[in-house]
Nanobody, 123 residues
């Protein structure tokens, strides 16, 4: 397993942008698929985006396609989520996830989770 620490959350107006970062510990980061999930108050945690170990494959929830971009820097052991054109419904705690298997990340059953970072979008 890897240890994950998210950062970059905050308060932003609708239409604005934020970039989340997730720093991972361990020397095997480059072999892990990574993902982002979110959980809004009173709702279940939902998939947002995932990226393969190489960065060559990415997947997005329909609700964020065209607005969010997931990327990774294996030299820095970090995965990013660039969020543009934010909407109030994007308000949630955002969690980073990691697993050697991309399918496990997309399915929402990764072996590692971060503690989450709050994103609040005001209207």
């Amino acid at each position: 397993q890897v240890q994950l620490v998210e950062s970059g959350g905050g308060l932003v107006q609708a239409g604005g942008s934020l970039r989340l970062s997730c720093a991972a510990s361990g020397r095997t980061f480059s072999s892990y698929a990574m993902g982002w999930f979110r959980q809004a108050p009173g709702k279940e945690r939902e998939f947002v985006a995932a990226i393969s170990w190489s960065g060559g494959n990415t997947y997005y929830a329909d609700s964020v396609k065209g607005r969010f971009t997931i990327s990774r820097d294996n030299a820095k052991n970090t995965v990013y989520l660039q969020m543009n054109s934010l909407k109030p419904e994007d308000t949630a705690v955002y969690y980073c996830a990691a697993d050697p298997r991309l399918g496990a990340v997309v399915a929402g059953t990764p072996s590692s989770w971060g503690q989450g970072t709050q994103v609040t979008v005001s209207s």
